[in-house]
Nanobody, 119 residues
Framework: QVQLVESGGGLVQAGGSLRLSCAASGRIFSISTMGWYREAPGKQRELVATITNSGSTQYADSVLGRFTISRDNAKNTVYLQMNSLKTEDTFAYYC?????????????WGQGTQVTVSS
C-alpha cells in the first residue's frame, strides 16, 4: 500500500504561482512513476505531469512551459511548481503514484487539493 498526502492548494490571482506537494508513505520503494492529475466537477480527470524514478518527465501541452514537476526521493515527495497561472487552471489536483508487481499495476491517489485561480 502507498499513501499520498497533498498540500499547497489555494486561491491565487491569475499570473501568480503555487507549489503543490505530495508526500508518499508506505510501500514507497516500489513506486516507479508519480504525477499530478486534475479534475473539474463532472469532467474526466486529466494528466498534468508525471515523473519517473529516474527523473524523466511528461507534461500536458496546456501546462508546458508554465508548470514544473520535480521529485525529492530522499523526502519521498513530488512537487508541482505552477507559474503564470490562468483561470482555466482552476481544478482539483490529485497526486498519483503507481508501480508494477507480478505484471499487475497498482495505482494510488491522494485525496486532492483545490486550486482556484481568480481573474
Amino acid at each position: 500500500q502507498v499513501q499520498l498526502v497533498e498540500s499547497g492548494g489555494g486561491l491565487v490571482q491569475a499570473g501568480g504561482s503555487l507549489r503543490l506537494s505530495c508526500a508518499a508513505s508506505g510501500r514507497i520503494f516500489s513506486i516507479s512513476t508519480m504525477g499530478w492529475y486534475r479534475e473539474a466537477p463532472g469532467k474526466q480527470r486529466e494528466l498534468v505531469a508525471t515523473i519517473t524514478n529516474s527523473g524523466s518527465t511528461q507534461y500536458a501541452d496546456s501546462v508546458l512551459g508554465r508548470f514544473t514537476i520535480s521529485r525529492d526521493n530522499a523526502k519521498n515527495t513530488v512537487y508541482l511548481q505552477m507559474n503564470s497561472l490562468k483561470t482555466e487552471d482552476t481544478f482539483a489536483y490529485y497526486c498519483n503514484a503507481y508501480y508494477y508487481r507480478n505484471s499487475m499495476k497498482y495505482v494510488y491517489w491522494g485525496q486532492g487539493t483545490q486550486v482556484t485561480v481568480s481573474s
